[in-house]
Nanobody, 118 residues
């Protein structure tokens, strides 16, 4: 069973940066496309960034040019570098495999809270 442990969140002023990490176990990490998702209060969880097995990336329009997703296969870890943070980026951030989310079988970690003050 997959285990996902997100970390790196915190409180930051608008314009600041944070780097999130997600340690993954229980699956063969290197053959899974991964995504970072976020859920703000009162809103549905949304995909903000994804990285394919080969490293190709894709971003939601709201974070394009500010966020960078990367992966370290030997460490079974996926990262999200967040720059130029805005108050609207405030949310709980989660990682997961793209396949499980699309397939409706995803189980979620505890997430990491990101709060951006104006």
């Amino acid at each position: 069973q997959v285990q996902l442990v997100e970390s790196g969140g915190g409180l930051v002023q608008a314009g600041g940066s944070l780097r999130l990490s997600c340690a993954v176990s229980g699956i063969t990490f290197s053959i899974n496309a991964m995504g970072w998702y976020r859920q703000a209060p009162g809103k549905q969880r949304e995909l903000v960034a994804q990285i394919a097995i080969g490293g190709r990336t894709n971003y939601a329009d709201s974070v394009k040019g500010r966020f960078t997703i990367s992966r370290d296969n030997p460490k079974n870890t996926v990262y999200l570098q967040m720059n130029s943070l805005k108050p609207e980026d405030t949310a709980v951030y989660y990682c997961n495999t793209i396949r499980a989310v699309i397939g409706g079988t995803a189980s979620w970690g505890q997430g990491t809270q990101v709060t951006v003050s104006a």
